[in-house]
């Protein structure tokens, strides 16, 4: 009885440590690419988003999200949606076979096109992903991509 009174005199006692039920939503916004060469027609587009350097640029598999946009007369844009807010590097490759991956000579020297998030190159191979980093925090982030052949 003596401890149903303590328990009824101060309720918060059970509760001290009780949390809140706040729900945490991250805003996220649309990472706009525009292409601004284009060889031909042919083929498929691969955006890969990375959120690190894990698998930058080659493996697509890893990135963060990726997209396959068929290749038409109209495409003018590529979108990327809902992406939360934070530090990304895109690659995009003309998979002009469709093959999936971009396609090098006996040399490594890529024969289809290919770019990356701030125009970035590398010198003897792909830029690092520290050269393609850029931040999404706002609704929209647009990326003009000139392409490479």
Known sequence: MTFLLLILSFPGILFAHQTSDEWYVQDTGTIIIELETL?????????SLYANDEGFPDEWEKAFRSKIVPITEELTEIRLEEVPHGTYGLAVVHDENEN????TNFFGVPREGYGFSNNARGRFGPPRFSDVQFTLDSDTSLHQIKLNY
């Open 39 to 47: 060889k031909n027609h042919d083929g498929v587009i691969l955006v």
């Open 100 to 103: 999936m991956k971009l396609d």
